[in-house]
Structure formats: structure tokens, C-alpha cells
């Protein structure tokens, strides 16, 4: 049986398709639920005001830490990979010890801290870290970002007297689509 | 005719995402991306308690795989064998020739697809669902009874189809390739508002090749060509509703293959030699949490059926031609349920309960053809209990535990355990210890054989029994790569193989085999953000019968290589998806040695095209080697030649 096609067919084939005008899109793909919660961290970076006095000089990283058992594996570094806030490059650290902690911006406390989360919360006032956790109840209990899954869509819920507290001020952007904000 | 179609462009704008593109998503879009959950449970790969392996549908398109056999050649582990009817698979040095695919378990969305008289998965062509309506599948290697029961011995594949929110209005593709090959499918997807609704079609046709068989050479079997029994012809047709919790899904799915192999002691080069294979199922499937329980409830009906008329060549030349049949029936009735919980902190249960009941388990009446049956003496009911728990031990240490007791009216009860030791010793580094039990039940055709008179029944048959042990590493090194590597132990029990009995010289299947094997894997695996990706794998298994001598084991390749390049050439746009597979020697039935090949599959995907448009070609066996694959028991020939150079071209539109 011949083939369907001859050698230059298949040169016509490449000519055509090198010729065509190029456009910006893409097929679409389901994402993992880690790979959702890593965009909206990067999101929230800039949707989140942090007190003037954070940032003293213009070539300190913006920092995203993990607290506790890390759930975003490679997700999360492929996010920010060579991606700036405000001309700040993103850096992502892996924390266990709360003192340390305090040097983040954005802090998202793991399920595996769960029993332990008021302690954390506590040690954490002063700093202007904003919290960000997945657990069921991390913002009645005073995280000020609680990522909730609602039929297989990832939402949040925004505790914004918490984040006031820390002199972090949200942009009504991120208001509006937080599925609830409380305080 | 169709590059004035490509040059055609409309103006509607039309805006997607990749899962790289996510951060330049809007907040709005992210809060509609509907998320997949991992194998039973959410959880990354590295937290899995085996070996996974996920292959994307943005994969599927940029390598051109052509049917879930494809997908599996890119696995490590796997190494998969055609010949001419229906594609096998090994997983970690097994493949013994004359298996039905019953070791490893597939399912669709959850969905066992393994029929029950064989219990044959479908791979290549006579796959149940095209290609194309795949969002990922995932290849969970090890025994995994535990959860799943029957089949599960080697691997899991879960096949994961797109939902309406996916596919996002209306779908059309078109494709023509080498051996006179044509495919098109149309898919119709849509959410409204809480119901999503997906509709897809798919057909194909190949007049096939013309064969040369040496064995057949002489003049009265035409020299050995066969012509126009090649051929190969499916359809298949998808539906899935959801509606809240619920999932209702339905398939028909049949497929016509000629054998060009003159199997079972057929006339060579009769076009009438062919195996019709249909599978229908509809299943419905419900999600919800209940309190701070996730429930998970299904119920499932199966048909599935054979048709393989054989033309038996005459003992006597002059006598007639005898049509006699290979062939099956099999329905069976699923019910299952599932609930799972955090129990506290650093703790997950899940507790499942699953009941089969097989309806009907005939086989074709090898003297009455072509509509009798056998039906089979004890139809047989299957219920289980599983339990699992993941206890984070400390916040680095989890340890992943879990039974799982079948019961079957035919041999009784089994209970096949699993655990795993899951340490995360840094940011990048996780270090895992597994070890499994699993069983495969015997089949049908095992317990009550419809070869003819000279086959004896065993009504005493048990299943067969693997025993895993693995350590695993897995390490990422620097931005984009990541080494992961295995050593694994697997040792086979109670192997259901043809004796001869020495009391009346007939055949019987029993529990009388033992294997080994001893194996190791490397894979490497990169990305780089500007779309550049890629994976390379390394494999070499010992895999030994236990019996005097220690031989090998047939059709298991010690050594397998693999390599898998995804080259963005214009951003997005146009990509170039290189594949390369290495085999060892494998020994054949009659032990012959088949020499190792290595095959090199090329792909160019140009990518949105005029908005619409996607436009593939491929190459397949591209340096167009020659290699054979061993042939099985019912075949004449003890090796079977493989496809040359093949190609495709491949348009799809969505509107």
C-alpha cells in the first residue's frame, strides 16, 4: 500500500504551517489543586499592599514561605520561577521555625501544622506577614486568607480585620472575588 | 483541500490556558479552574504511596500518540507487543506470551474496564475511548489490591477523561495516515450553569498492509502474502453528564480487526478471519461531603463481546473449510461505595466496600458457531472490604497503610495488604519504601477452557499471588530537573499456567508457576519555563521462572531505554515532540533470542492556527527499523514483523 503522502507533501505541510500568522493561545487543561492555590499566591503578591517600611531597599526578594509539611512541591517554584512583584523577584523558603517565619511576606501555613495553628498565629502578631492556609477553620481562628474548595473550584475567604491588624492592605480586586470576607 | 481551510482565518478571539499560563490568568478565571483530585485522594505524586506516572493531554497531542498503547511505550517499566489483532503490555520484566492484559487493572474515570471472561484490558486501537477526549492518565506501578482488588497485580492506569467545561462548545478532527488510514471525530462539550454536558464520536478506517509471512511461503498458501486482511475499522461514542455531585457517563465503544496471522490453525489470506470486539457501559457516580466525611458512591453496568469467526484450514486438503469461533459474552453489575476523612491532625481514612456481580460469563461454542454460547457453570459474585489510612507520623514521616479483603463465590477470600514508608528528608528529597500484596483472580476461560474436548476444567483454581518490595528515591536537582529511582523485588506465586494432566493427556490450567524478578529504574525529568520538556528512563529487570535452572522468562527484555523530547520551535505555536524507545532481546516461545531494537517517533504540533485550528504531522518509526515482536501461543509465527515508517497528518478545529 502506498503512503498517504509524499515526501513533498510534507515539505508543502511545513511551509504552511511556518507561513501562518501567530496568535497567543493555548489548548486548555484542568490544573491541579496545587497549582490553582500557587497562582493565587503569586496573585496575591500583587493584589496586597505591605507597609512602606518592609521593604527598605529596592533589590530585597519578595518571600513566600512554607510552613510546615510542604504540599506545592515543584508547582509553586515553577510559578514564580523568573517572575517579578513590583520589580522584586519572588523567592520561595521552607520554614519550621516560627521566629524565622516572621521575615516572610507570604506565609502559608501547611495542614500538617493544623493542631498547633493558634500557637502559631499568636507568635506571628507583629509581623506583616500574610497568613495563608487550607485548613478547615484558618480564618475564624485568625489566618487572614482560608483557601476553600467548593465543588472542585478553588475559592477563599478573606479575614480582613486580621490582615488590617498586620498593616496589610487588600485591593478591592481581591475583595470581590474572595468567595467571603469576614472582619 | 484543507490548507485553504488552514488559510481561511476567522476573527473570534478565543482565549485558553495551559497549566505553565496560569499566572497570567485573571482571578476570575482561576476561581472557575475546576480541579482534579490525585489517584483516590489529593495528593502530589511525591506523596503517593507508589510509583506514579501522569501523561497530560497537552503530551498526548504534542507526541501524536495514537491510542492508550502509545502512552504506556513512554512509561518506564512498560514494553508492549502487537500481533496484528491486539496490543499487550509487560510492566517490570512480565509479559508472558499468551496473557490477556489481566494483570495490569484500566479503568475510565474510576471505571474498571477489564472484561470478566478473559479479563483482558484493551491498549492499542481496540482501546475504548479515542485518544483525543483524554485530559490525563496516571500509571500507578506496584501491586495496588489494596484498594482496587482483582488485577491490579503489576499496575494501575487510570484513564482520565475531559469534561464539558473543557472542551468548551464544539470540536471537529480529521485524520488521514500511512495503510490507507482515516479517523474523525466531532465532540460537543458545554457547562450550563450546574449541568455539563459532553458528547464525542469517533471513527476509524484502515484497509491495512499487505503482509509477507515466511512461514506461509509455499504455493499453496499464496507464497506467504496475505492481502486485505489487515484491515481495521472502530467506533466509539462518549457521554458524560454532570449535574452537581453526580456523574453520568455512558460509552459504546466496537471494533472490527482483521488477523492476518491465520491464528488457531486458520486458512492463511482469508479476509473472513477476524475478531469484532464491543464493549457499552453506563455508570453513575455521586460526590459529596457529608459532614467531614467526602462520600464517594457509584453503580456501574458492563456488556462486553467477542465475535471472532475462524476459518479452521482443513486437515485433509479437499475437505471443507470448518467456521468455527473464538468468541464471548460477558455483562456484569457494579456497585461501590467510598468514604474518607481527616481523623485528626496529620491523618486520613478512607474506608470503601465494592460488590461485582458477573450477570454472564459465557463463552463462544467452539462446535457451534456462530451464535452459541457456553455459558459458564458458576457465574460467579465478588464482594470487598478496603480500608487505608495515611498517618503523618512525624511532619516529615508518613507512613500509607491499607488491606483490602475480596471475596468471590468461585475460590473464597483473599486478603492483600500494603504499605508504605513515605520520608521527606529535605524541600527536594523524598525517600520511599513500599511494599504490596496483590492477586489476580483466575478467568473464566482458566477455570472452565472452551478449546475443544482436549482441555479439562478446574473448578479448584486460586488466584495468583505478588509479593512487592520496593525503595524508592526521588530528588529534584536545581530549577527544573528531578532524578527519581527504584529497586524493586517481585516474587509471583500459584501462576495459573497449561499443564498437561498425566491421568487422561488432556490440558488444565493451575496454580503451578513460579517468576522473580529483580529490577531497577532511573528517570530523569525536566522543564524549562520557556515550554522545553522532557523525560529519559532507564530500566533493567531479571525476571526468572523458579523452576530447575533458574531460565528466563519469555518475552521479557532484561535492559529499556527511553526518551521523550518536547522542542517549543515558535513559543506556543509550533512544537516538535521527539520520542525514542530502546528493547533488549526478548526470548520468543520456541526460545529464540529477537534481537533489541529502538524505535524513534517524531511529532510537529502547530498550535492555534488561525484561532482555530490545530494541524499535527507524525512520523512514526521514523528511521523505519525492522523489529518483530514474539508471536503468542494460538499464532503460527514465532515472531511477528512490526510496522515500518508510518505517518499521519492530523487537523482538529474548535469553534
Redesign the interface.
Known amino acids: 500500500?502506498k503512503?498517504?503522502?509524499t515526501p513533498s507533501g510534507?515539505r508543502?505541510?511545513?511551509v504552511?504551517?511556518?507561513l501562518?500568522?501567530?496568535?497567543?493561545?493555548?489548548?486548555?487543561?484542568?490544573?491541579?489543586?496545587?497549582?490553582?492555590k500557587?497562582?493565587?499566591l503569586?496573585?496575591f503578591a500583587k493584589?496586597i499592599e505591605w507597609p512602606p517600611s518592609t521593604f527598605p531597599d529596592a533589590s530585597m526578594p519578595f518571600r513566600i514561605c512554607i510552613f510546615?509539611?510542604?504540599?506545592?512541591?515543584?508547582?509553586l517554584?515553577?510559578?514564580v520561577?523568573?517572575?517579578t512583584v513590583n520589580g522584586r523577584k519572588l523567592e520561595i523558603d521552607?520554614m519550621?521555625d516560627v521566629q524565622l517565619a516572621k521575615a516572610c511576606h507570604i506565609l502559608f501555613i501547611a495542614?500538617?501544622?493544623?493542631?498547633r495553628l493558634k500557637q502559631i498565629l499568636e507568635s506571628l502578631q507583629g509581623s506583616v506577614a500574610l497568613t495563608v492556609g487550607d485548613t478547615e477553620g484558618f480564618a475564624e481562628q485568625g489566618g487572614m486568607i482560608n483557601f476553600v474548595?467548593d465543588?472542585?473550584?478553588?475559592?477563599f475567604k478573606v479575614n480582613r480585620s486580621a490582615a488590617e491588624l498586620a498593616g496589610l492592605r487588600i485591593s478591592s480586586?481581591?475583595l470581590t472575588?474572595a468567595k467571603l470576607v469576614i472582619g | 483541500m484543507w490548507l485553504l481551510a488552514i488559510c481561511a482565518a476567522t476573527a473570534t478571539a478565543f482565549a485558553q490556558q495551559t497549566a505553565k499560563d496560569l499566572s497570567d490568568a485573571s482571578l476570575e478565571e482561576l476561581s472557575n479552574i475546576q480541579v482534579y483530585s490525585a489517584s483516590k485522594h489529593m495528593q502530589s505524586a511525591s506523596d503517593a504511596p507508589a510509583s506514579v506516572t501522569v501523561v497530560t493531554a497537552d503530551e498526548i497531542q504534542k507526541y501524536g500518540y495514537r491510542n492508550l498503547a502509545d502512552i504506556l511505550r513512554s512509561v518506564p517499566g512498560f514494553y508492549v507487543t502487537y500481533d496484528r489483532d491486539y496490543t499487550f503490555v509487560g510492566v517490570r520484566g512480565f509479559g508472558r506470551l499468551g496473557d490477556w492484559n489481566s494483570r495490569i487493572l484500566v479503568l475510565i474515570d474510576g471505571h474498571r474496564i477489564n472484561n470478566n471472561v478473559l479479563g483482558q484490558a484493551m491498549l492499542g486501537n481496540e482501546f475504548l475511548v479515542d485518544v483525543d477526549m483524554i485530559e490525563r492518565v496516571e500509571i500507578v506501578r506496584g501491586p495496588s489490591s489494596s484498594l482496587y482488588g482483582a488485577n491490579a497485580f503489576f499496575a494501575v492506569i487510570n484513564v482520565i477523561t475531559r469534561t464539558a467545561k473543557q472542551v468548551q462548545d464544539w470540536e471537529f478532527s480529521f485524520q488521514r495516515g500511512s495503510f490507507g488510514t482515516d479517523e474523525g471525530r466531532a465532540t460537543y462539550g458545554h457547562q450550563f450553569h450546574d449541568l455539563g454536558v459532553l458528547l464525542s464520536g469517533t471513527f476509524y478506517n484502515s484497509s491495512g498492509q499487505t503482509l509477507f509471512f515466511p512461514q506461509f511461503d509455499s504455493p499453496a498458501t499464496n507464497y506467504g502474502i496475505t492481502r486485505d486482511t489487515d484491515y481495521e475499522s472502530y467506533k466509539h461514542i462518549l457521554a458524560t453528564l454532570t449535574f452537581h455531585g453526580f456523574t453520568l457517563q455512558g460509552l459504546f465503544s466496537t471494533r472490527d480487526k482483521g488477523v492476518p496471522t491465520a491464528y488457531f490453525g486458520a486458512v492463511f489470506n482469508d479476509p473472513a478471519d477476524h475478531n469484532v470486539d464491543s464493549h457499552q457501559y453506563v455508570s453513575l457516580d455521586y460526590q459529596h461531603p457529608i459532614g467531614k466525611w467526602q462520600l464517594d458512591a457509584g453503580t456501574s453496568y458492563d456488556q462486553a463481546r467477542l465475535q471472532g469467526p475462524v476459518p479452521e484450514a482443513p486437515s485433509m486438503p479437499g475437505d471443507p473449510i470448518v467456521l468455527s469461533t473464538f468468541s464471548f459474552r460477558g455483562n456484569w453489575w457494579t456497585g461501590d461505595i467510598k468514604v474518607s476523612r481527616d481523623l485528626f491532625e496529620r491523618n486520613h481514612l478512607t474506608l470503601g466496600s465494592e460488590i461485582r456481580d458477573n450477570l454472564r460469563q459465557d463463552q463462544g461454542d467452539l462446535l457451534n458457531p456462530p451464535n452459541a454460547f457456553t455459558p459458564v457453570p458458576n457465574s460467579s459474585l465478588i464482594t470487598a472490604l478496603y480500608a487505608q489510612d495515611e498517618f503523618g507520623i512525624t511532619s516529615r514521616l508518613t507512613l500509607n497503610a491499607g488491606f483490602r479483603y475480596d471475596h468471590y463465590s468461585t475460590f473464597g477470600g483473599t486478603t492483600n495488604p500494603r504499605a508504605a514508608l513515605i520520608f521527606r528528608a529535605a524541600a527536594k528529597t523524598t525517600l520511599k519504601l513500599l511494599y504490596g500484596n496483590a492477586f489476580s483472580a483466575p478467568d473464566v476461560y482458566e477455570i472452565s477452557p472452551d478449546f475443544g474436548g482436549f482441555y479439562d476444567n478446574n473448578f479448584k483454581l486460586q488466584p495468583e499471588h505478588i509479593q512487592s518490595l520496593e525503595a524508592r528515591a526521588e530528588q529534584g536537582l536545581g530549577e527544573h530537573f528531578q532524578l527519581a529511582g527504584g529497586v524493586y523485588r517481585n516474587r509471583i506465586d500459584d501462576l495459573i499456567t497449561l499443564v498437561q494432566v498425566s491421568s487422561d493427556e488432556n490440558f488444565q490450567y493451575q496454580n503451578s508457576g513460579n517468576a522473580d524478578a529483580l529490577g531497577m529504574d532511573v528517570e530523569v525529568t525536566g522543564r524549562a519555563s520557556n515550554g522545553l520538556q522532557g523525560k529519559a528512563s532507564f530500566d533493567y529487570v531479571d525476571a526468572y521462572s523458579e523452576t530447575s535452572g533458574h531460565p528466563q522468562l519469555n518475552n521479557s527484555p532484561g535492559p529499556m531505554a527511553k526518551l521523550n523530547l518536547i522542542v517549543p520551535l515558535i513559543d506556543q505555536r509550533l512544537s516538535a515532540g521527539v520520542e525514542g524507545q530502546f528493547l533488549g532481546r526478548r526470548l520468543t516461545l520456541l526460545q529464540d533470542s529477537l534481537s533489541s531494537y529502538q524505535v524513534f517517533n517524531v511529532t510537529l504540533l502547530g498550535h492555534t492556527i488561525g484561532k482555530h485550528l490545530d494541524l499535527a504531522a507524525s512520523a512514526f518509526n521514523i528511521l523505519n527499523k525492522k523489529y518483530f515482536d514474539p508471536g503468542r501461543p494460538e499464532d503460527p509465527e514465532d515472531a511477528i514483523q512490526q510496522d515500518g515508517r508510518s505517518l499521519r497528518i492530523k487537523i482538529t478545529g474548535r469553534f
Open positions: 500500500m503512503h498517504a503522502t510534507w508543502a505541510l511545513q504552511v504551517i511556518l501562518l500568522m501567530p496568535l497567543h493561545s493555548a489548548t486548555a487543561q484542568s490544573a491541579s489543586e496545587y497549582q490553582v500557587a497562582a493565587f503569586y496573585n493584589f510546615g509539611r510542604d504540599p506545592f512541591g515543584q508547582e517554584r515553577d510559578m520561577n523568573e517572575k521552607y519550621v495542614s500538617s501544622e493544623k493542631a474548595l465543588h472542585d473550584r478553588v475559592q480586586k481581591l472575588v
